[in-house]
């Protein structure tokens, strides 16, 4: 790293996102992005007896499913880099089971896709792995009855919350091929802005999303102009609201080419509050509409930044403020032609 | 990575551990390697309210007194890679905001130590950043109400379980130095023989223990003859002695050149029935005892594999068996002279 005040990696070999899966609960399948997601679920408990289960059954179909769509066997990956939500990540390490494959758990609660992401593109890059899977899941019904109250108890939402995108998203991260590229890796540093409402999970996280955005920007040299999409994790209608204002105190705009994974998910019309959250809603998003968009070239260049709350409800029964973090990766669609008409190289990337 | 059934990668240019801290509670703190810890607690709460909020601040004082000991500041770190055993890893995370450096979370139950420094020692070997703080926790009173039971119930230990260590370690692994240095690192896969007794870790984690071990030593050629030194995290009296039997099976001896830090960790006299366990117990034992031994250069060579349980109380409740993981990597003791016959100092570095 040249700068040490940098937070942000480019990577000299670039990986590629050679596979992709993306599974969703019911709910999110009648969202807008239903034509774009490889499997929905008829029932959110998926064949198994309980929530937890399911959400484990999840995973392993979002690996197997990345892993067919990467044309590989589960044999040839290298590592295995997953987290999720649940106590002791056990969606993550109980999936894990079904693979013969070495496993680093994450937890980075609903930034874990583009931290997965940010490790497991450091790794391939540096030549140490060549394929490698990289996935997170959530469940609404795992999280809600850990997070808040009993699913029984009916409890009324509050204004500020969001709903847990029940999905498991996988990205298969490899040396070679030609899926769209990972060229950089901001890791996000912890912020705390005072906020104690866990009902409020977007303003927690605007400011740790604003800190990476800045950094960003201030590390590769470029504005938000310069990304066909730049897109949150699950900051929700809120929570985008505050990012919006935060980076404006900051002197960035963010226009039209800003967007949110928790505000893309559902349609207006579905009873969600401020959005769709979870780690499951960046990671379908990403493994559905976006790496096809990248994949067909419609988009080029992709800013995503995947936000993360992280409190625990012991944290928060003691009186704690919740810490906030996001992480972001810089995905591009993948150009085998290396411009050939310009006089200088380099000039361009 | 040339083979591609192997889990183990070779660090070409290698990270120094240049500097290190463990901080345990008053038990440990009578225990066999008193005279090896930077601080000992007089008191479990540490000045806190509750235990959460003093394992935290166990973490930031450790990642402070490593920070030192490299005579470094906070500032000159460039990534901070924590994980823990508890709900969410608030210890990390929240210990995370005391520090303005980006932040990764990792979880990996008690094998955190080794799969912090295998994450790290690749981040920092392929050039992405300088410095680097790896760090974990586990403090017995917050696991074990979180895991078991109520403190106050004053519940019988059945005699296969393990106590868990209050301690921190943090090791500052860095691009350059005179430190010990890693020179590998074995990624685990996740094993599950199937093992459903949440006071019987040391057998849960033994299976996974043994698979890093034998693709450790077929990955590296080498043979338990080849290091002065192979110690397991903690899986206590009872889980040593499955692996020990588990290797033979597999035709390794581990011979007296073989100890687990649970076993180190307390005297024969305390009452801690199959020994230490705990995110912090290999921690405490690698940052202190290890380390120093290896800066003496009394050790040259040590094989150091955390093991971890994967489980949660909702997974034991769920009827699940417990999965089980071990990370391993090799810290050598650092050698300036690259071995020739002449003499001239100040060429070697």
Known sequence: MKNPESQTIFFKKKPHIIGSYSIVGPKEGKGSLKNYFDY????????????EKAERKMVEQAVMGAVCNAKLTPNDLQL???GDLLNQIITSSFAARAFDVPYVGLFGACSTMAESLAVGA???SSGYFDNVACATASHFST????????LELGNQRPPTSQWTVTGAGCCILSSKGDGPVITSATFGKVTDFGIADANNMGCVMAPGCCSTLVAHFKDT??????YDLIVTGDLGKLGSEVLIDLMEDHGYKLRTNYNDCGQIIYT???????GGSGCG?????????????LKQKELKKVLFVATGALLSSTSTQQGDTIPGIAHAVVIEAYDPLPKPK????GASK
């Open 143 to 150: 999280a809600e009855r850990q997070f808040r109250y009993p």
């Open 122 to 124: 450091s790794l391939v």
């Open 80 to 82: 295995f880099i997953s």
């Open 40 to 51: 929905i679920m008829k029932d959110d408990l998926f064949g198994e007896k309980t929530y």
């Open 281 to 293: 809603c960046s990671a379908t998003v990403l493994n559905s509409y976006i790496l096809q968009k």
């Open 221 to 226: 040299n470029t504005t938000p102009e310069d």
């Open 342 to 345: 310009k006089t200088k190289k």
């Open 268 to 274: 207006g019309k579905q009873s969600v509050l401020m």
